[in-house]
């Protein structure tokens, strides 16, 4: 089978189509043949020698890539059988190798993807998807009546965030720039705010929740509009010792939160997509052998939505 391995940690020439073995599976997993691919900035950064890399570096071949779409071809689960289309993250923060025609996936990590959304929004609505739904409803609990702010809202994560605290009932405020504007608030959301010309220093302390996925100075401007007793989850670089104690001093719980793989919360996705209340919003699609544009487009930053390599 082509699998796309990672040599050496650094520029997108570092991913090379190779043929390997089709890999063989155990109890409890499924052999996925894979029809669509997404791709996150722990992708980028895991290429460049970050993100989770220092985690799985040591084996060989090196393949990046955990959100799938695709047919399962092998069962060894009583879960799924021969011909089941699944979708899902697999083995996140772990080795998941979805850069390639077959992966192996835990069932536990899959679940039956939606009959009426294609391969490519199904795969869109993986890691991103997830990281939303673990940050505001496990460990957030955005409750109806709740002031939400979702930085990045235009992106991956908060473009989901964003349909998903509407869904719970929240009154949403997004951050993009105001070439974002109109599709953030066509996601429901009921305000909009420019990060590149806002004075976060007048807005009032109001939301009892922020998602950033920004991070850096973000944190800091989240915790001047969080209301005492709110939470500030930050995805992309944790908080360090200085802002947790500056979430402390104002009675704000700061902390950050790493998505994990499960088919429970891929089923309850699964769900919200079926019936309409959660939409992926795929703005680029490329095919497995340009891998290399599809990561250039994404380390650009200017992502709506997501963006989705096809086999």
Known sequence: MKAIVLNNPGEVSQLQIQEIAIPSIQAGEVLVKVKAISINPVDIKTRTGKGVYGRIKDQTP???????????????????????EVFGMVNFPGHGKSYAEFVVAPASHLAIKPANFSHEEAAAATLAALTALQALIHNANVQAGQKVLVHAAAGGVGHFAVQLAKH???????????????????????????????DWSTHPEEFDFVLDGVGGDTIDKSLLVTKRGGTVISIPTGLNEAVTEKAKAKDVNG?????????????????????????????????????????????????????????
């Not at 949403?172 to 806002?198: C, M, P, W």
């Not at 919200?272 to 992926?280: F, M, Q, R, S």
Request: charge should be negative; glycine fraction near 12%; charged fraction near 20%.
């Open 255 to 311: 902390y950050f939160i790493l998505v994990q793989s499960s088919g429970t919360d891929m089923q309850r996705i699964g769900g919200l997509l079926e019936k309409g209340i959660l939409k992926a919003h795929v703005s680029g699609t490329y095919p497995f052998e340009e891998m290399a544009a599809a990561h250039t487009q994404v380390e650009s930053g200017r992502t709506v939505g997501k963006v989705v390599v096809t086999l």
């Open 168 to 198: 719970l009932g929240a009154q949403v405020t997004g951050t993009s720039s105001a070439r974002n504007k109109d599709f953030i608030l066509q996601l429901g959301a009921d305000e909009h705010i420019d990060y590149t010309t806002y």
């Open 62 to 84: 090196l393949i990046l890539g955990w959100d799938i779409s695709g047919v399962v071809a092998e069962s060894k689960s009583e879960q799924f059988k021969p011909g089941d």
